[in-house]
């Protein structure tokens, strides 16, 4: 889990996979077919299911565009795994 810097220690960010707040992650859909999108297990990427499509997370910030995607395959575990 992520850290943050805090006067008089270190506290722990809730709810962000590298950097993405669960907020985020829960609005986000896939730009091809509008399904949901699932967290990698590497926090890395999220993965529509539907369309076998993989979204990669460079720099904290999620490329959704359709162009970028990866073909995903079951052997990039997930989240809901």
Known sequence: MPLLKK???LKKLR???MGI???LLDILACPKCKGDLVLTLEED???CKNCKLLYEIREDIPV???DEAKEW???IKT???
């Open 45 to 47: 990427g999220l993965v």
């Open 73 to 75: 395959n079951e052997t």
């Open 7 to 9: 006067r008089g220690g």
């Open 15 to 17: 709810g962000s996979a």
């Open 79 to 81: 989240k809901d795994n």
């Open 64 to 66: 959704m565009l359709i």
């Open 21 to 23: 707040k669960k907020e």
